[in-house]
């Protein structure tokens, strides 16, 4: 993923010639980095978990320098995708894993890297106020909240949402599809298409996940897991949070490409917890 992105930069022509993606990595906005993925929100979904599987290592105290090198690099091509989703689902599990770093991890090493961390990104955002031009989609954005009104991106998905109206007024239960709209909003779309019943059924299927996630952090950590284990669980959970959020870009349980990722790691991560269970269990 690394290599696809920095061949973007440096042989941007090459990669279209390719067909993978059809966009460049620096284009009319600056940069707008989505590798193979094309959108750099679906990018920003699927790294979700690798992220904070070195940020877990972090704080637990195990983590290696090339696992540093590799989260300072990732952070920097999530920044550089401009994807105001991507910054809140993010920010939101930032917030989340400092909690999880001072109850699972060291105190100690854990402060130093909430330090870090806030020195770290007060560059990047002193670095970004001072180049802004070549982010124009942060700077669109900025522009809309200095002057009251909303960006090209935020206003597309109002624009989209206002369709949700029809299936309100005509039949608020099962939807009213009558005119093919792209939503990007999971709860929209669902809502617009499907009704409440399909907004509930995709709420439902989101808490679950929240759910079995959140129970099977709390299983590793409190049995005879390694602390591969235990990274990796906090990490699955990561984009289970991530996927809430997210919804509000796109739909993640059920959008092409970020689809096959989250439906492929899910089955492995629960066929390898369900495994050691059953293996734990066999040994006793």
Same mark, same amino acid.
């Given at each position: 993923?690394?290599?696809?992105?920095?061949?973007?930069?440096?042989?941007?022509?090459?990669?279209?010639?390719?067909?993978?993606?059809?966009?460049?990595?620096?284009?009319?906005?600056?940069?707008?980095?989505?590798?193979?993925?094309?959108?750099?929100?679906?990018?920003?979904?699927?790294?979700?978990?690798?992220?904070?599987?070195?940020?877990?290592?972090?704080?637990?105290?195990?983590?290696?320098?090339? %696992?540093? /090198? #590799?989260?300072? *690099?990732?952070? @920097? $091509?999530?920044?550089?995708?401009?994807?105001?989703?991507?910054?809140?689902?993010?920010?939101?599990?930032?917030?989340?894993?400092?909690?999880?770093?001072?109850?699972?991890?060291?105190?100690?090493?854990?402060?130093?890297?909430?330090?870090?961390?806030?020195?770290?990104?007060?560059?990047?955002?002193?670095?970004?106020?001072?180049?802004?031009?070549?982010?124009?989609?942060?700077?669109?954005?900025?522009?809309?909240?200095?002057?009251?009104?909303?960006?090209?991106?935020?206003q597309t998905r109002l624009n989209q949402l206002s369709y949700i109206a029809l299936t309100l007024d005509n039949n608020p239960y099962?939807?009213?599809?009558?005119?093919?709209?792209?939503?990007?909003?999971?709860?929209?779309?669902?809502?617009?298409?499907?009704?409440? %019943?399909? /907004? #509930?059924?995709? *709420?439902?299927? @989101? $808490?679950?996940?929240?759910?079995?996630?959140?129970?099977?952090?709390?299983?590793?950590?409190?049995?005879?897991?390694?602390?591969?284990?235990?990274?990796?669980?906090?990490?699955?959970?990561?984009?289970?949070?991530?996927?809430?959020?997210?919804?509000?870009?796109?739909?993640?349980?059920?959008?092409?490409?970020?689809?096959?990722?989250?439906?492929?790691?899910?089955?492995?991560?629960?066929?390898?917890?369900?495994?050691?269970?059953?293996?734990?269990?066999?040994?006793?």
């Amino acid at each position: 993923m690394i290599a696809f992105v920095i061949a973007q930069l440096i042989a941007p022509e090459v990669i279209l010639k390719l067909g993978i993606t059809n966009r460049e990595a620096i284009g009319r906005l600056g940069f707008r980095i989505g590798g193979p993925l094309v959108w750099s929100y679906s990018l920003g979904f699927i790294l979700l978990p690798v992220v904070f599987l070195a940020f877990t290592n972090m704080f637990k105290g195990i983590a290696s320098k090339q %696992l540093w /090198l #590799l989260f300072t *690099l990732l952070i @920097l $091509i999530i920044l550089a995708g401009q994807s105001k989703a991507a910054y809140l689902a993010y920010m939101t599990n930032f917030l989340f894993f400092c909690y999880l770093g001072f109850k699972y991890g060291r105190g100690k090493t854990m402060l130093s890297i909430f330090v870090l961390l806030i020195l770290f990104l007060s560059m990047l955002i002193a670095y970004v106020v001072a180049n802004l031009e070549d982010f124009g989609n942060i700077e669109r954005f900025v522009s809309s909240i200095t002057s009251n009104a909303n960006d090209a991106s935020t206003q597309t998905r109002l624009n989209q949402l206002s369709y949700i109206a029809l299936t309100l007024d005509n039949n608020p239960y099962l939807g009213y599809p009558l005119e093919y709209v792209i939503i990007e909003n999971g709860y929209g779309y669902y809502l617009y298409n499907y009704g409440l %019943l399909g /907004l #509930l059924t995709y *709420l439902g299927v @989101l $808490i679950y996940f929240f759910y079995k996630a959140w129970v099977s952090v709390r299983l590793v950590h409190f049995t005879d897991y390694d602390q591969r284990g235990k990274s990796v669980s906090l990490a699955y959970f990561s984009l289970i949070l991530g996927a809430v959020v997210f919804s509000l870009a796109n739909s993640p349980l059920d959008g092409h490409k970020v689809a096959y990722f989250f439906w492929t790691l899910s089955g492995l991560y629960y066929g390898a917890i369900y495994s050691t269970e059953v293996q734990t269990n066999f040994n006793k």
